[in-house]
C-alpha cells in the first residue's frame, strides 16, 4: 500500500493547531457504481443529473429533487475530488486523520430491494478501500452496511472488518418497525463488538430533511437533522442495545455534543420517575450507558467543549466537515484557536486527539 507522509508533529510554540477530524466526507466518482456493478443493477443505483435549477436524484425507480446550489459547489475546497491535493489541504489546514464518511453513499439507505442494496453497498466499500483507503493513511472511511436484510448486513461488516475497515456506517434515521434498539439488530451488534467495529451515525442521514418552510426554515430545518441522531441514542439505550453490549461504541457525527450528558439526565429522570413502566431493566442508569459507550462530533460549538469541564462528559470529537459548506475548510485554524485557546490542556488534547483515537486507533 502506499502510504502518505503523516502530518508533522507539534513542537513546542507552534502556533498551529493540530487535530484528527470525526466528521469529514468523500466525493464518489460519479461512475463508482455504473464501472462496478451489472448494468441491470447499476441502472438502479443512486445517480444524480443536473439541470438549471434542480438537481434530480435517482435511486431505484424513485426521484427526489433537490435545488441546486452553485454558491455551494463554488465553495469546495481544492481537493475535494483529488486525493492528492486534499492531503496537501489537510497539512494546510492542520488536519491530521479525518474518519471520511460516503457523500452520495447516503443514498444507499433509501433502496428497499436488499440484493441492489448488498450490490451498491459493496461496491462503495470496495471502491473506498481501493482508490481511498489503498493510497494514503490518513483519511478513511467507515464501511457502509446494507439494512433490508440482517443476514446481509452481518456479511458485510464482517468482511468490512476482513478489508481492515475501522468503522461501520449507518443512517439516524429509520422506520419505526426496524428502529435501533429492537431485537432484529442483535445479530450486528453481537458482531461489531466481537468485531471491535465501532457504530458511526451521521446526522441528517435516512429521514426528510426538509419539514418545514415558513419563517426561518433554514435554521429550523438545520436543527431537525440533529434530532434523529438523538433518537439513535435514547434507542440504544432505553432499548438495552448497549447495556448488552458494553463494549460497542457508537458515533453520531455533525450532530453537536453539549446534548449528550442533557439527554442522558433526560433519561434518568424517566428511568427512575416511570420505572413502573421501563421495559427492559438495565445493569446501568441511562446516563452511565452514554458516558461509557456514546461519542459525539461538532466543528464549530463552543459550548461542545465547555460542557466538558463542569458534566465530566469527554466523548467528544471535533469533525472540519470537509469538503461540505458547513464545513471549516480555509478557517480551520481560526476556528480551532476560537474554540480552544485557553482551554485545559487536557481537555484539549481528549476532544482533538483522544477520543478519535479511542474509537478508531488512529
Known amino acids: 500500500m502506499t502510504q502518505a507522509m503523516s502530518a508533522p508533529s507539534e513542537q513546542a510554540g507552534d502556533e498551529k493547531i493540530w487535530a484528527h477530524s470525526g466528521d469529514s466526507h468523500l466525493m464518489e466518482p460519479e ?16 445517480r444524480s443529473e443536473r439541470g438549471e435549477k434542480y438537481e434530480i436524484v435517482y435511486i431505484d425507480g424513485t426521484q427526489i429533487d433537490r435545488q441546486l446550489n452553485d454558491f455551494m459547489d463554488a465553495m469546495r475546497p481544492p481537493g475535494f475530488k483529488d486525493l492528492t491535493i486534499r492531503l496537501r489541504d489537510l497539512d494546510q489546514e492542520g488536519v491530521r486523520n479525518q474518519l471520511a464518511f460516503p457523500s452520495m453513499g447516503f443514498w444507499v439507505c433509501n433502496i428497499r430491494d436488499p440484493e441492489l442494496e448488498n450490490a451498491v453497498a459493496r461496491a462503495w466499500n470496495d471502491w473506498a478501500m481501493e482508490d481511498i483507503m489503498g493510497k494514503q493513511d ?53 458482531a461489531a463488538e466481537r468485531m471491535g467495529l465501532p457504530l458511526t451515525f451521521h446526522i441528517g442521514t435516512g429521514s426528510a430533511n426538509v419539514v418545514y418552510r415558513g419563517p426561518g426554515g433554514a435554521v429550523v430545518n438545520y436543527m431537525e437533522t440533529t434530532y434523529p441522531g438523538m433518537r439513535v441514542v435514547s434507542h440504544m439505550v432505553a432499548g438495552g442495545a448497549l447495556d448488552r453490549h458494553p463494549d460497542l461504541k457508537v458515533l453520531i457525527a455533525e450532530g453537536g455534543a453539549a446534548w449528550v450528558p442533557a439527554i442522558g439526565d433526560r433519561m434518568d429522570e424517566a428511568y427512575r420517575q416511570h420505572g413502573m413502566f421501563v421495559r427492559p431493566r438495565l445493569s446501568r442508569l441511562p446516563s452511565e450507558i452514554i458516558r461509557q459507550q456514546v461519542f459525539a462530533s461538532f466543528q464549530h460549538d463552543i459550548s461542545a467543549v465547555q460542557v466538558i469541564e463542569d458534566t465530566h462528559y469527554d466523548n467528544v470529537l471535533w469533525g472540519d466537515d470537509y469538503p461540505h459548506l458547513e464545513g471549516t475548510y480555509g478557517h480551520t485554524q481560526q476556528t480551532l484557536h476560537t474554540i480552544f485557546d485557553g482551554v485545559d490542556d487536557r481537555i484539549r488534547d481528549r476532544v482533538l486527539r483522544g477520543a478519535f483515537e479511542e474509537l478508531f486507533g488512529a
Open 31 to 46: 461512475d463508482l457504481w455504473t464501472s462496478r456493478l451489472p448494468k441491470a443493477l447499476a441502472d438502479r443505483a443512486p
Open 138 to 190: 490518513r483519511i478513511f472511511a467507515p464501511a457502509i452496511i446494507p439494512l433490508m436484510d440482517v443476514g446481509n448486513a452481518v456479511a458485510e461488516a464482517e468482511r468490512a472488518a476482513e478489508m481492515g475497515f475501522k468503522a461501520l456506517y449507518f443512517p439516524c434515521g429509520i422506520p419505526d418497525d426496524r428502529a435501533w434498539g429492537l431485537d432484529i439488530w442483535e445479530p450486528l451488534w453481537t
